[in-house]
């Protein structure tokens, strides 16, 4: 077999010592432009998993690359004035031009041939002339062989919105460095590692418009790096910015970022008569951000799986299909936790409100792949030290009243609370200072302040920090999302909904959240679907509130309004949802006579009088709701139901007054919500559940979101309950953990409003990220409350945090199941012991 590698970088080299390694039979060669040691860039980041990787596929380069390295743990970050750092992150610089000289002399040592200095404009020609029967495409970003056969692989290449450049300087640093300054057009963010015993990587991003602004598009290399000198100098020492690609012209090493995802990896062409693969690999396959340090990370981990398909599949095709299985999935990963880390250094201008502690929590965490606990194992002092500062800055200490009347031993501990008083929202983006200097910054790790022998569980973990809206006071972070049980009869609840949101009272949460409720009877989703348009229901939920006041829990019970419009008169959730009923159907409203589906009645588009009419209708349940005790009041704006369908452009084509312009749209819901807001108690809070995304075509988008949010909020909504989709059968959401968290935090931190975040939520460590950067206010959690009543108490219990408060008949419970989590984490981490032991 003759392997014939295209592009002479960590991919190319390391599959082709790789295979060289495992049959010395086979004839490997490497064909690369340039000379052996020019190279473009500087220094590259592994992490420690990736070098266990290697020392694993290679031992003897692995120990070569080892020994090269700069070993760092810290990352320290400056920002504001204020410098923080953190530890046990475990990563490794080398110079990039070092790697490939380890990894050539290495393809040598096996035998490789190594063809440098010649250009590959035919990849056929080349593959015909050295007789190949594979052909690895490694040449790179901008790679012929994909752009030759793109109807093949079909690439996807996106351009980024920033600029960065990719310099280096003999500034020695002891931390991976993240450094912030702003100028009078917006940010500029500098990554500098040191790779060697006197060279550091330096580089600079910023957004295009940004760098527009400065007009470095127009400047020549030197006076766009001296630019970046002025501005940097505070943490340059005195040395220069230094570049090395000096072949390239002007402010072309100003590069836009290319995210580059193929469909295909591998194709085949006919070439000399012969069947012959060609196989994409490392940048010419796919790329990651280099923010998440991990191009050469996965070029070297391809190069790894191709070898191992190899020898452990039957054949060639085996082995190509599921190199391509296997590498395309756990790119696909990176590449999401890139595009998050991406967009965060895109838009540092949102998050330049926090301080910079939370800033700081914000950037570690911007990938969602690190989380709090993942920050824990990494450095627990400091994380700590942040806990501590995040209480402080959100609360206050007060006693805590007995979940239940009477005195526990067992609860002695929990007995201080603590209240959250000073306004937590971020300042808004202010106004800019020119070249504020990060001077006189100390480096100071967030954990100042160590934990106490014996005091394990004294921190609130995020989650469990109390919040207050208005002037309600909520114990926790925790809220049970709204949920349709379709169990009510007349619209009124049954004991159903008394137990059923009774027990989730009880279960530590400390909002429920009753599901939407119809202002009148064809506002409803379903027969029995709960109505708050007389007293006998108002009455019926009087019984549900009162319980839930008196039973000691601390919960609070929020009701959701709302009218189903379009989406009305349709089966229940477990027959079949969204579909008319079989019989007794009721006339439908909505924004225009259009059908959620080509089931579903097509709708009569309400008139003035209508829209009167039913706005009073919400004012009316809203005095009720205030009547029965409700805490919380939240108006449904979201999918696809009746003030959805004002909203969105997909389903509102009105000519008047209510229709076109997204504030146009917007009208009718902000109306309603203002004749709510009157009728509801001034003390009490009210929040608007959003659509954030159509995830349509010509729907509305998270740019949309962030003005429907500045309008509620003007309006004197207190919190954003962020969903989305459902407002179309043609949408096409992209899920995953969390996934509508980041239209949470991107309203948040821009139009300066608390959130909630909802959706795929499902761990206290999750809860914990969203609350501790800020992304969120409040997370509601859906699924997971159908499935276990007590989410909140449980959550807690695995984190070990006694801070929450168990209803007194329940201790016996709660102290075996604290007892039996800390057996299994102590067993856990024993064999954890053992396993390292054996390594
Ligand atoms: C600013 C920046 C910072 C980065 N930081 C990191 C980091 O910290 N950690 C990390 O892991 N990665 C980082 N990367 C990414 C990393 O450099 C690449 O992902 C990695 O080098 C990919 O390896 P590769 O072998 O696929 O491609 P390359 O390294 O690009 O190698 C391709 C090779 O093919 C050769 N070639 C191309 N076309 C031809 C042709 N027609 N004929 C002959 N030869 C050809 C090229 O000369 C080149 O040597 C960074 C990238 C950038 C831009
Ligand atoms: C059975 C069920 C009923 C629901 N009913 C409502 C509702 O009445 N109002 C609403 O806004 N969302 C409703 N939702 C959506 C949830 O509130 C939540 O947004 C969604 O389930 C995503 O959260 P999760 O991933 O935690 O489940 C319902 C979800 C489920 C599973």
């Known amino acids: 077999m003759h392997i014939l590698c295209l592009g002479g970088g960590p991919a190319g080299l390391y599959f082709a010592l790789l295979m060289k390694q495992q049959d010395p039979a086979t004839r490997v060669t490497v064909v690369e432009r340039n000379r052996p040691f020019d190279t473009f860039g500087w220094g590259v980041v592994l992490s420690d998993q990736t070098l266990a990787n290697l020392q694993a596929a290679d031992p003897a380069s692995a120990k070569l690359i080892g020994d090269a390295f700069n070993h760092w743990d810290d990352v320290?970050?400056?920002?504001?004035?204020?410098?923080?750092?953190?530890?046990?992150?475990?990563?490794?610089?080398?110079?990039?031009?070092?790697?490939?000289?380890?990894?050539?002399?290495?393809?040598?040592?096996?035998?490789?041939?190594?063809?440098?200095?010649?250009?590959?404009?035919?990849?056929q020609a080349m593959a015909a002339q050295y007789n190949a029967d594979l052909v690895i495409a490694s040449d790179g970003l901008n790679s012929r062989i994909r752009s030759r056969y793109a109807d093949a692989f079909r690439p996807d290449v996106e351009l980024r919105n920033c600029r960065f450049v990719w310099l280096g300087t003999h500034q020695t640093f002891d931390a991976f460095t993240f450094a912030f300054e702003q100028t009078e057009h917006g940010w500029f963010a500098a990554h500098a590692y040191q790779f060697d015993a006197t060279t550091s990587t330096f580089i600079v991003e910023t957004p295009e418009a940004v760098w527009k602004a400065h007009g470095l598009d127009e400047m020549s290399q030197q006076d766009g790096i001296a630019f970046c000198e002025r501005l940097f100098a505070h943490y340059l020492g005195g040395h220069p910015l230094m570049n090395n690609a000096t072949h390239v012209r002007g402010s072309a090493i100003w590069i836009r970022f290319p995210r580059v995802v193929c469909e295909r990896w591998v194709h085949h062409e006919t070439i000399d008569g012969r069947r012959t693969p060609i196989v994409l690999?490392?940048?010419?396959?796919h790329t990651a951000h280099f923010s998440i340090g991990s191009g050469t990370k996965l070029a070297l981990e391809d190069a790894i799986e191709l070898a191992r398909c190899f020898a452990t599949q039957p054949d060639a095709d085996a082995a190509l299909q599921a190199y391509e299985a296997v590498r395309s999935v756990e790119v696909l990963k990176i590449q999401n936790a890139a595009r998050n880390s991406t967009e965060w250094f895109e838009n540092v201008e949102r998050y330049s409100g926090l301080e910079a502690e939370q800033f700081f929590y914000s950037m570690m965490t911007r990938s969602q792949r690190i989380s709090h606990e993942n920050l824990r194992v990494r450095d627990a002092a400091w994380l700590q030290g942040y806990e501590q500062w995040l209480a402080r800055r959100s609360t206050a200490p007060r006693l805590t009243k007995p979940a239940f009347p009477g005195k526990s031993k067992a609860l002695e501990h929990g007995s201080v609370e603590?209240?959250?008083?000073?306004?937590?929202?971020?300042?808004?983006?202010?106004?800019?200072?020119?070249?504020?200097?990060?001077?006189?910054?100390?480096?100071?790790?967030?954990?100042?302040?160590?934990?106490?022998?014996?005091?394990?569980?004294?921190?609130?973990?995020?989650?469990?920090?109390p919040l207050t809206v208005r002037e309600l006071q909520l114990k926790n972070r925790i809220v049970v999302s709204p949920m349709a049980m379709y169990s009510a009869v007349d619209g009124v609840p049954q004991?159903?909904?008394?137990?059923?949101?009774?027990?989730?009272?009880?279960?530590?949460?400390?909002?429920?959240?009753?599901?939407?409720?119809?202002?009148e009877p064809e506002g409803r989703i379903t027969p029995a679907c709960t109505g708050l348009w007389n007293d006998v229901q108002m009455l019926a939920f009087k019984r549900i509130a009162d319980f839930v006041h008196a039973s000691g829990a601390g919960a609070k019970i929020g009701l959701q309004l709302g009218h189903s419009g379009p989406k009305g008169s349709t089966q229940v959730g477990w027959k079949t949802p969204d579909e008319p009923l079989p019989d007794g159907n009721w006339p439908l409203l909505a924004a225009s006579a259009l059908a959620y589906g080509p089931t579903n009645q097509v709708p009569q588009a309400m008139t003035h009088s209508d829209m009167h009419r039913l706005k009073d209708r919400f004012a009316q349940s809203t005095r009720r709701a205030a009547e029965a005790g409700f805490d919380w009041l939240e108006l449904h704006c979201a999918h696809g139901y009746l003030l959805s369908s004002f909203i969105t452009p997909l389903t509102n084509q009105r000519s008047d007054d209510y229709g076109g312009s997204l504030e146009n749209r917007c009208r009718y819901p902000l109306e309603v919500f203002s004749a709510m807001r009157e009728a509801w108690p001034a003390h009490l809070p009210m929040s608007v559940r959003i659509s954030a995304h159509d995830w349509?075509?010509?729907?509305n988008t998270a740019d949309d979101a962030v003005e429907i949010a500045r309008l509620f909020k003007a309006a004197g909504c207190d919190v954003i309950d962020v969903s989305s989709g459902q407002t179309t059968r043609a949408a096409r959401p992209v899920y995953g953990r969390m996934y509508q968290t980041p239209f949470a935090d991107r309203i948040r931190n821009e139009v300066g409003i608390r959130t909630m975040a909802v959706g795929a939520i499902s761990e206290a460590d999750q809860v914990n990220s969203i609350i501790a950067a800020g992304r969120a206010d409040l997370c509601a959690i859906a699924r997971p409350h159908l499935a276990d009543p007590a989410w909140t108490l449980h959550e807690a219990a695995r984190l070990q945090s006694r801070q929450v408060d168990w209803p007194l008949p329940y201790l016996s419970g709660r102290d075996q199941l604290y007892r039996e989590i800390f057996k299994q984490k102590e067993a856990e981490a024993q064999a954890d012991r053992a396993q390292a032991a054996i390594k």
Do not use: W
């Open 76 to 123: 320290e970050m400056f920002f504001k004035g204020t410098a923080v750092r953190s530890g046990g992150h475990g990563f490794c610089g080398i110079g990039r031009k070092r790697l490939l000289n380890i990894l050539q002399d290495r393809c040598l040592e096996l035998g490789v041939d190594l063809v440098f200095e010649t250009d590959v404009s035919d990849d």
């Open 281 to 285: 690999m490392g940048d010419a396959a």
């Open 418 to 465: 603590a209240a959250q008083t000073a306004a937590e929202l971020p300042d808004q983006p202010g106004p800019r200072n020119r070249l504020r200097r990060a001077a006189g910054a100390a480096a100071h790790p967030g954990g100042s302040e160590p934990r106490e022998a014996g005091s394990v569980g004294a921190i609130l973990p995020p989650m469990l920090l």
């Open 696 to 699: 349509a075509p010509g729907g």
């Open 495 to 519: 004991d159903f909904h008394l137990v059923h949101l009774g027990a989730r009272a009880l279960g530590g949460a400390a909002l429920v959240f009753v599901e939407m409720t119809a202002p």
